[in-house]
T-cell receptor
């Protein structure tokens, strides 16, 4: 079945440590790819997106993501996590049209 | 100056009632959406309107009826509320018909609790 998978429900990292959040998708063609962040009680904010071209994309708040076609992955990274990054992160794909399909989300906890 | 605003932010109601959630965007976007986020935080699209025309209608009970009086507003009316309707409902908008390529702007959500 076509889907978006975020295998980690929770991740805890120390402040200042590096972060990688995983995302895999199962669609035949390469869809448009996105990462969103949701802070508690807030809506979703777009961090970055990939359509084509350079497979390493830069986003806001120091985040980046790398598209790997061979692995059907679009993992989100940040070299040094800040306490304010604690939130829930959603990977999403747009396989066709204007419908976004979301993964189940990964909750990031940052310990000081 | 809120870009996508939803009202109310919280809604607690009894089973069987009818309720509406309103959404307004001041971004000049052509397309608006309703997404439902269930208790497991899973987000799924419900409806999409482009310039008042319904373009996405997922498998949603017909108790849910979207209404778009103009391209800046998309309201969601729910009849005969059930316990399973409890969720957070997000409104979103995008500039073009193919929303994801331009990015969505989400509202802050309406938490609906049916008791």
């Amino acid at each position: 079945a076509q889907s978006v998978t975020q295998p980690d429900i929770h991740i805890t990292v120390s402040e200042g440590a590096s972060l990688e959040l995983r995302c895999n998708y199962s669609y035949g063609a390469t869809p448009y790819l996105f990462w969103y962040v949701q802070s508690p009680g807030q809506g979703l904010q777009l961090l970055l997106k990939y359509f084509s071209g350079d497979t390493l994309v830069q986003g806001i708040k120091g985040f980046e993501a790398e598209f790997k076609r061979s692995q059907s992955s679009f993992n989100l990274r940040k070299p040094s996590v800040h306490w304010s990054d604690a939130a829930e992160y959603f990977c999403a794909v747009a396989p066709y049209g204007n419908k976004l399909v979301f993964g189940a989300g990964t909750i990031l906890r940052v310990k000081s | 100056d809120t870009a996508v605003s939803q009202t109310p932010k919280y809604l607690v109601t009894q089973m069987g009632n009818d309720k509406s959630i309103k959404c307004e965007q001041n971004l000049g976007h052509d397309t608006m959406y309703w997404y439902k986020q269930d208790s497991k935080k899973f987000l799924k699209i419900m409806f999409s309107y482009n310039n008042k025309e319904l373009i996405i209608n997922e498998t949603v009970p017909n108790r849910f009826s979207p209404k778009s009086p103009d391209k800046a507003h998309l309201n969601l009316h729910i009849n005969s509320l059930e316990l399973g309707d409890s969720a957070v409902y997000f409104c979103a908008s995008s500039p073009g018909r193919t929303g994801p390529t331009y990015g969505y702007t989400f509202g802050s959500g309406t938490r609906l609790t049916v008791v």
